[in-house]
């Protein structure tokens, strides 16, 4: 049996996985299907403190994943099926294997919101992506008109960082102004190669006849009109939805599928603790996520220990 079950192998998950290793709990960390979490796809961190020139997102989930396994965690490639809190120990099937856990810390993250468009699926990895700092250099859209979905600080910052490439950047917003916090919205408005489209929703991905994005249907949600944008790309920022759909129904969550922990990391559930982007719409940053890690951890621990008083 084992001691904690942490899953997730993002910031948060890998900085419990280092507390938890050190107090000696041999912590069995499950990967998922995105070993390292988001920052994996992140090219440059430029905000994580003790890297004054930044430090690649890959080379820092590397690096801490190496010290968590300094001190005992076992990070093993998987992913949940299902748990059963009913009863402790809690029981979980990995990969079809069973796996039982004195105590279990969730930290599973959050990945993008789609626009839920048949097209931008079947257009995926062909010129719709979600990540500017991943796929922004790519030949295929350099030069090239682009297409940013979005209005809050996620969409302006591709949206900025796709002028570097981009011939023109075209910033798809369902409102008349931007939610985005104000220096970024003023930046981003300021940016001569920025061209925001007001009022307006992407109704359509073309071309998926031609397998690759040619350009996207446009339809202005004031006046109905209806209009095609030639592009060569489709960035879509329209905000992230937590990997938390495996609790439904047993940890408490707001309206939007976070979990919202009861007191510190603890869930509604005695032994079951989170971590991460997977329980904050707020702040979502590496270092908040670390932070939670840490602090899931020492829930745990204490847990543990009062177990075998
Ligand atoms: P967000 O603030 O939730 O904004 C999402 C945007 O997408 C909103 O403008 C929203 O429109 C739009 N949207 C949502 N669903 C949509 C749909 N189905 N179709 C079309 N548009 C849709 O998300 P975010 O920009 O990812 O930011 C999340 C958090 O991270 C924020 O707290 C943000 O400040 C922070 N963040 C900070 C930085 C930075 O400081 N450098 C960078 C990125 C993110 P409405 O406006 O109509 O709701």
Redesign the pocket.
Known sequence: MEKVVIIGTGCAGLTAALYTGRANLKPLVLTGTMPGGLLTTTSLVENFPGFPEGVDGYELMTRLQKQAERFGARVQFGTVDSVDFSSRPFKLQVDGEPVLAESLIIATGAGH?H??LESETLLEKKGVTYCATCDGALPMFRNKPLVV???????C?EASYLTRFGSIVYLI???DSL???HI?AERTLANPKIKPIWDS?VTEVLDVKQDKVTGVKVKNLKTGAESTLDCAGVFV????VPNTQLFKGIITMDENGYIRPVEGAKTNITGVFVAGDCSDH?Y?QAITAAGMGCAAAIDCERFLSGLNQ
């Not at 920022?237 to 992230?240: C, E, L, R, T, Y």
């Open positions: 919101r626009l839920g979905v979005g209005g809050g600080d996620s969409a910052e917003h369902r409102r939610r985005a916090s970024m929703a920022a329209i905000g992230h707020v979502r």
